[in-house]
């Protein structure tokens, strides 16, 4: 919910952010954040913990949502990786990055948690997006893309991708094993 103030309540965050300066309106900030992913996590255990199953999700959307989830990978590198051409010509892979994350896992998760929990990732990713189009482009100067930070920052979000689908990272961070679901 915090996260949707740029969007629900601009004028209200930069009073804050003037009223309480911006480092600690950024701790602020950062510690309901923090306070609300850990709740998020609390909640969706406990939820999965008595599944309401709304639909069984065919197989074969499975391989359909691995390709998304590298597309989404690579996206959320690019909003870090420096002068790289995604970012440049998109203007703000994270936000498309996190919809491209949770169409995935929407697609093969049909538990109500599942639905709650990435169809809000979506519809704020979707609000997000939308807010950051419509508000007046940097004037900043910008440096111009580098084919070598393009490349690497596909390289990288391949990287996480695999860490995640092959090395066992979400299976160890959030218990289940997206390669088991496949067997």
């Given at each position: 919910?915090?996260?949707?103030?740029?969007?629900?309540?601009?004028?209200?965050?930069?009073?804050?952010?003037?009223?309480?300066?911006?480092?600690?309106?950024?701790?602020?900030?950062?510690?309901?954040?923090?306070?609300?992913?850990?709740?998020?996590?609390?909640?969706?255990?406990?939820?999965?913990?008595?599944?309401?199953?709304?639909?069984?999700?065919?197989?074969?959307?499975?391989?359909?949502?691995?390709?998304?989830?590298?597309?989404?990978?690579?996206?959320?590198?690019?909003?870090?990786?420096?002068?790289?051409?995604?970012?440049?010509?998109?203007?703000?892979?994270?936000t498309l990055g996190v919809k491209v994350w949770a169409l995935a896992h929407l697609l093969v998760n049909?538990?109500?948690?599942?639905?709650?929990?990435?169809?809000?990732?979506?519809?704020?990713?979707?609000?997000?997006?939308?807010?950051?189009?419509?508000?007046?482009?940097?004037?900043?100067?910008?440096?111009?893309?580098?084919?070598?930070?393009?490349?690497?920052?596909?390289?990288?979000?391949?990287?996480?991708?695999?860490?995640?689908?092959?090395?066992?990272?979400?299976?160890?961070w959030i218990g289940v094993d997206p390669m088991g679901a496949a067997g």
């Open positions: 919910g915090v996260h949707l103030l740029q969007v629900l309540a601009p004028q209200w965050r930069e009073r804050r952010r003037a009223q309480w300066g911006a480092l600690t309106y950024k701790g602020v900030y950062s510690v309901v954040s923090l306070i609300g992913l850990v709740l998020l996590v609390q909640g969706y255990s406990l939820a999965r913990a008595e599944p309401v199953v709304l639909w069984q999700p065919p197989r074969g959307l499975l391989h359909l949502a691995w390709l998304l989830l590298w597309l989404a990978m690579v996206l959320l590198v690019a909003a870090y990786v420096p002068r790289n051409g995604i970012r440049r010509r998109l203007g703000h892979p994270m049909g538990n109500l948690a599942d639905v709650l929990l990435f169809g809000s990732f979506l519809l704020w990713a979707v609000l997000v997006f939308r807010s950051a189009r419509r508000r007046p482009p940097s004037t900043a100067p910008q440096s111009p893309s580098s084919r070598l930070a393009t490349l690497a920052t596909v390289l990288a979000g391949t990287a996480v991708w695999a860490l995640f689908l092959w090395g066992g990272l979400h299976a160890q």
